[in-house]
């Protein structure tokens, strides 16, 4: 009986061991669930290659998005999709595990410039799907979060945007918003929560202007700045 009382504590201590996450993120880096905050220890282990790579959407991954930003109609073929892996710098000076969902054809340019950025120490306060927000641009850009595929049209039109078919990157979005004039000749700025940050004259962390690293990187490899645009400005926004 005292035998069987002991396996049992034994087998309830080890499970809790299991359950209890690696201080120094390596779960994470092992099994890539992003937002996660890793050592310079962790990631020697995995290797650098490992953490900034495409690879294709795997069934894991694609049950995330199902339904959310890859609707049941969606008309872009799932293997034309990438997943990529990337490490980024936080506001705080973290490093911290990212996840993109893009196109093949960008996937190559979005793996290097992340690691440029990370290579700098760019900070970008999250990379995480958007299905992790229901795929709710709104409350994905409202979360500062950098995200690239989302099946949807452009915002109050019919339009498909080039988020669509995974051709656009959006960074750092509360600091970097999406400013439109509507009908009624109102502003329109998106996120809601980032008119502060309309103000392009000002000097502030993580703002895109023509001499940032994001705007450098991505003009580099052929990508358009919407920053750039004329009647509307995007300027967390990179397509290509
Ligand atoms: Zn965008």
Known sequence: ???????ILLLLATSALRAQPAADGSDALHRWQAGVAVS????????????FRAE????????????KSYPKDCPVARCDLRYVRVLHYDWQ??????????????????VQVFRQLYRQK????????????DADDERSMRANNTSCF???????????SKHARGLAVDINPLYNPCRRRTKNGRWRVEPATAV????????????????????RLFTARGFTWGGNWRTLKDWQHFEK
Do not use: W
């Open 150 to 160: 989302c099946y949807r049209s452009v915002n109050g039109s019919q339009k498909l």
């Open 196 to 215: 502060p940050y309309c103000d392009r004259t000002k000097t502030f962390r993580g703002k895109i202007d023509r001499q940032d690293l994001c705007y």
């Open 93 to 110: 000076g973290r490093v911290l595990t990212g996840e993109l969902v893009c196109h093949r054809q960008i996937a190559d340019d979005v």
């Open 1 to 7: 009986m005292l035998r069987t009382k002991i396996v």
């Open 122 to 133: 760019y900070p970008i306060g999250s990379v995480r799907l958007i299905d992790d927000f």
């Open 40 to 51: 310079a220890e962790a990631i020697a282990r995995v290797g650098m290659d490992s953490c």
């Open 56 to 67: 294709p959407v795997g069934d894991a991954v694609f049950a995330r998005m199902l339904g």
